[in-house]
């Protein structure tokens, strides 16, 4: 991705990111009906994804050393901790009322780290809102770029490269993301009902929801 293109995408991409996760916000609350005071624990989030829900929630946030970024500002009661979503035994059977992730599972690594996830979401929470990107849809949720799973891997090797020279972090993240079909995502939660969010009638991401 060239220096220009990267700075159109960056550009479009705040304003854009913030009012689908308005909107899936939005969703989220009214599907889980919360009144406030529910215990919550978030998998690999950050304080900023719940700047736009208002009843005050008691939430332990989960990240791994070094991934944590704090909000002193929130008007939520957040505890921050370091530790694997993917194997969490501090924490008992249904210890929270809901677990949570936003665009998380699809990072953590191969198929036998995204069933520990899941696995962890479901004995953690009585309910789970576990949200993923769709391979589906044409503008790639990480690279912005249009269709990026679905390109030969000689071209995507060249991407690769160069990004590996100008942003090596951001390239880094790239490399271990997997983004989930719905037939896995359906596997992974098996007691759960997935909900497809869709924009201009395509769909952006996946929610596994037990409700």
């Known amino acids: 991705m060239g220096s220009f293109y990267r700075q159109v995408v960056l550009g479009m991409r705040g304003p854009f990111s913030a009012a689908m996760r308005a909107r899936r916000t939005e969703h989220f609350v009214r599907s889980l009906n919360l009144q406030g005071g529910e215990r919550i624990i978030d998998l690999g989030g950050a304080p900023s994804i719940w700047s736009d829900v208002k009843p005050v929630l008691d939430?332990?946030?989960v990240n791994l050393p070094g991934g944590i970024v704090k909000d002193p500002g929130s008007h939520h009661n957040i505890t921050y901790v370091e530790g694997d979503a993917c194997d969490l035994p501090q924490y008992a059977d249904?210890?929270?009322?809901?677990a949570f992730s936003n665009s998380v599972i699809e990072?953590?690594?191969g198929p036998e780290k995204r069933a520990a996830m899941a696995r962890e979401a479901r004995r953690l929470g009585r309910r789970y809102w576990i949200q993923t990107p769709s391979i589906w849809f044409p503008i790639?949720?990480?690279?912005?770029?249009?269709?990026?799973w679905f390109y030969p891997p000689a071209v995507k090797r060249s991407f690769i490269a160069r990004w590996r020279r100008t942003v090596p972090a951001w390239c880094e993240m790239?490399?271990?993301t997997t983004?989930?079909?719905r037939s896995e995502i359906e596997r992974l939660f098996p007691d759960?009902?997935?909900?497809t969010e869709r924009l201009l009638g395509l769909p952006k991401s996946y929610?596994?929801?037990r409700l």
């Open 174 to 176: 790239i490399e271990g």
């Open 140 to 148: 790639e949720a990480h690279t912005y770029l249009p269709f990026w």
């Open 192 to 195: 759960g009902e997935i909900w």
């Open 59 to 61: 939430i332990v946030m």
């Open 207 to 209: 929610v596994a929801m």
């Open 179 to 181: 983004v989930l079909h």
């Open 94 to 98: 249904n210890s929270f009322d809901i």
């Open 107 to 109: 990072h953590v690594g």
